[in-house]
């Protein structure tokens, strides 16, 4: 089998795989790996999205245009999601800080970069370094408001302005996690979306 072939084999088990992975696979560059992928890009075979590579499922063409948050499963609107790298590969993007927080949660143990988008500015700040006003009476998105500033003195002038507390990154996650955790009502993500009808008929 050719090599394209077999990549799409592997992409047809796996859903998703690096450029990276597939140069270890085959045992060549990854330059020779980019250039099978432009290639089954040109076929209309894939699509490439943050890095990896993805079978382009054409049939389902049309859900996948709108990405939605892995946390509360709102379509992804702002043009600068919060955005998670794990493991160096897998980018996987949130609606907003708070839902990034808990994505986070997740991968506690794992090394992450994250990027966040100072509020005013919009220029990328690592998520790390930034400064969040949390629980403040503006509500771009999910409750409570985690809003991303670059410079300390900005997060105290909006909260001047907005209420809400003056965080650093690891006090703003304790507080959105463990809020989470303690009273999940406060937040506007669909509870019990999982049930089983001949239950409901029962009770
Ligand atoms: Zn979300
Ligand atoms: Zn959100």
Redesign the pocket.
Known sequence: MERKEKILEILKEKKEISVKELSKIFNVSEMTIYRDIRELEKEGEIKRKHGAVLLNEKENSESLLVDT?PI?D?PITRAYPYRITVEEYKVIE???E??GFLLHSKYEDKPVSAITYDFITENPISALNAWYVVGSSAVP??SPSVIPFASKEDAERFKKGFGGEVMNFIDAYNTIVNNMNINIKSCCHPQNTTFRIDQLKKS
């Open positions: 948050c509360c709102k949130a609606c907003c708070h839902c998105c999910c």
